[in-house]
């Protein structure tokens, strides 16, 4: 089953049985999904497209969470929580620490990377390497973490 018509039917299921976090969750990622159709001007998008949208939506929950942490907003930190939760369920599983750190050790070697300045191309090669199976946040500290030892 292609990813959009999972999202249309847990959106309809949810609508049947009343589950108003998740009909607004649901209801909020399908246009975000519209929005980035019209933009591209197309019908339909990809299963790696709407992963991107999805992936887009997470981390605007997770910033959201460090916000209300700091503001000390325990009641939204769970609410946007209960939403990341639902999101994730969109999302390929994540790829294991151990895995992550074989792949990054690996394009560090294929790129020739030795120092901090050669970051940002060895995340960005990671994460297409990755196809959304690893956070940008965790890749950029396993990154950050090899590329410092390779210095000192």
Known sequence: ????????????????ARDAVLVSVIRMLKAEINDVKLKQNKNTLTDDELIKVVRRQVKQHKDSIEQFEKGKRQDLVDKETKEL???KRYMPEEMPEEELKNLVTETIKELGAATKKEMGAVIKTVMQKAAGKADGKA????VAGILSKNTN
């Open 1 to 16: 089953m292609l990813l959009e018509e999972k999202i249309e039917n847990e959106f309809k299921t949810a609508m049947k």
């Open 85 to 87: 939760v639902i999101l």
């Open 139 to 142: 890749v950029s500290r396993i």
